[in-house]
């Protein structure tokens, strides 16, 4: 019997690469995506490569939306065994903390965090009794460690703070599973070139990126409480 995944934010970018890498190890994946048109669009050219994919309409900044999809999910998908929480934005990618808007900040965490938060809250108890998996995929700028330490870095306050408030979230989550078989981590592709960050050049492809989060979402070891990148954990 295959495994099935959900993976939001998977009409395009990592969010596609993941769940076609899914599919290619033999997974059945649901790929979230807002937009129905784009969402199909993405299942139809998975599926013509012989992949196990299917839609489910998803809008992390709707509570309804949130709902009708989690609810869809523990209807049709009972056994789910990993959920990749993908789905993100950008806010504005602020460049300094002066200069970031309360907008910008207010919309990076209704995506990053709010709309994680409830569905994580919505399928973890789903999650836990299939003895599973969660991923909130998040960036080297999350980690406070990161941000103090680095030579260099990109300091957008509004994007940072969102994936940050986001790892405490992964802990917290760690914690409530510590004597359970399930798991959450966190993990970094490091700098992807994506739509989220405008195609900036230099980073690794979106195979690339994918093929991390993948790696460590299917490797069969216990990462509860982690966060990984490429090379393993990292601090906080």
């Known amino acids: 019997m295959k495994k099935t995944a959900f993976v939001t934010g998977a009409n395009k970018g990592i969010g596609f690469e993941i769940a076609k890498q899914l599919g290619e190890k033999g997974w059945r994946v649901v790929l979230g995506a807002r937009d129905a048109q784009r969402g199909q669009a993405a299942v139809s050219e998975l599926s013509a490569q012989g992949l196990d994919v299917e839609w489910i309409q998803i809008d992390m900044t709707d509570l309804a939306s949130i709902e009708t999809a989690s609810q869809a999910i523990k209807t049709k998908y009972p056994a789910l065994k990993l959920l990749i929480n993908n789905a993100g934005m950008p806010g504005a990618f602020s460049s300094s903390f002066t200069d970031t808007k309360e907008e910008d900040l207010r919309n990076a965490f209704e995506v990053n965090f709010f709309g994680t938060y409830r569905l994580n809250q919505r399928l973890l108890p789903l999650i836990k009794d299939n003895e599973g998996t969660i991923v909130n995929v998040s960036t080297d700028m999350a980690s406070l460690n990161h941000m ?63 093929a991390i989060i993948v790696g460590y979402a299917t490797d069969g070891k216990r990462h509860n409480g982690e966060f990984l990148n490429e090379q393993g954990v990292i601090a906080w």
């Open 148 to 210: 103090q330490n680095a030579e260099f870095t990109l300091n957008a306050f509004d994007y940072n703070s969102s994936k940050t408030a986001n790892n405490a979230m992964t802990l917290s989550m760690a914690y409530e599973l510590r004597n359970s078989v399930a798991q959450v981590f966190a993990v970094t592709p490091g700098f992807t070139t994506t739509d989220l960050n405008g195609n900036a050049e230099g980073g690794k492809s979106k195979t690339e990126g994918a």
